[in-house]
């Protein structure tokens, strides 16, 4: 059966100083459109939450009106908050991006054609490096965390099933986790929170979780960072804290416009 499915950014970059160039080895579409987008093209809806799409399995690969930042982000998962640097067009010009892979490419691998895309397409140049910036720490309490082992025949997901009153009209959101880690955790929710999630619950590996997101009258968006961290904590029993932490960094050096018809 054939799915869309739309993926979240933050899938960690390597630690190590190194320039793009890096990455020549990298796999690569089998083709790739780039049209720009006419002045003034309002975002895509999903960019905020840090989407793109792409169908598996079939190989097809779409970015609506982006931003060559935004699809940077997605491509290294990273959030805005670890690069700098670039020309200011890279924030507010918009493309529309259609490309092709193999029928059987996953996500990570969707990752390195976007990377190799941005520096072969766009020119573009960087280095990496560390630097100290707030993090979201997820520690056990003292009583476990309602983190569940998975069961044999489940697969990686996560769902959010609206949940409806008398009225008809969604009153919370039931996320449900299966064979989930807190990687994947990271991946899904770090762009929402504006922080990275760290993992120093000692815990390894995947679980099953659920819990609910009620808006209230003080936060009726169903997606508030509050509602999350509160789920963490009350509902997980995770605790949650803010610190400082060394994260990875990138410095963006240079990059080129796309022109129509390439």
């Not at 320039?19 to 309002?42: L, M, R, Y």
């Amino acid at each position: 059966m054939t799915k869309s499915i739309v993926f979240t950014s933050l899938l960690a970059i390597s630690a190590m100083d190194c320039h793009c160039q890096d990455n020549a080895k990298a796999p690569a579409f089998e083709v790739a459109s780039i049209t720009p987008c006419p002045p003034g093209t309002p975002p895509n809806p999903g960019e905020h939450n840090g989407m793109v799409q792409f169908t598996f399995p079939g190989g097809r690969f779409t970015a609506k009106a982006t931003t060559v930042k935004f699809l940077l982000e997605w491509a290294f998962g990273i959030l805005p908050s670890q690069h700098s640097g670039g020309p200011s067009w890279m924030d507010d010009e918009r493309y529309d991006i259609m490309a092709k892979a193999s029928g059987n490419a996953t996500d990570r691998e969707m990752k390195l054609m976007t990377q190799a895309l941005l520096i072969e397409r766009f020119k573009l140049k960087f280095s990496r490096e560390k630097k100290e910036v707030p993090v979201l720490i997820l520690a056990a309490g003292k009583t476990p965390p309602k983190l569940f082992p998975p069961k044999e025949d489940e697969k990686n997901s996560m769902r959010i099933v609206p949940k409806m009153g008398d009225d008809q009209k969604v009153i919370s959101y039931h996320v449900a986790a299966t064979r989930f880690s807190f990687e994947q955790l990271n991946l899904t929710f770090a762009r929402l929170l504006e922080r990275v999630i760290v993992n120093r619950t000692g815990l390894e590996g995947d679980f099953d979780f659920s819990f609910d997101l009620t808006p209230d009258e003080n936060r009726p968006n169903p997606l508030d960072a509050s509602l999350l961290i509160s789920a963490l904590r009350e509902q997980l029993g995770l605790m949650v804290k803010t610190e400082k932490a060394a994260v990875d960094f990138m410095v963006i050096e240079g990059a080129e416009k796309v022109a129509a018809g390439n």
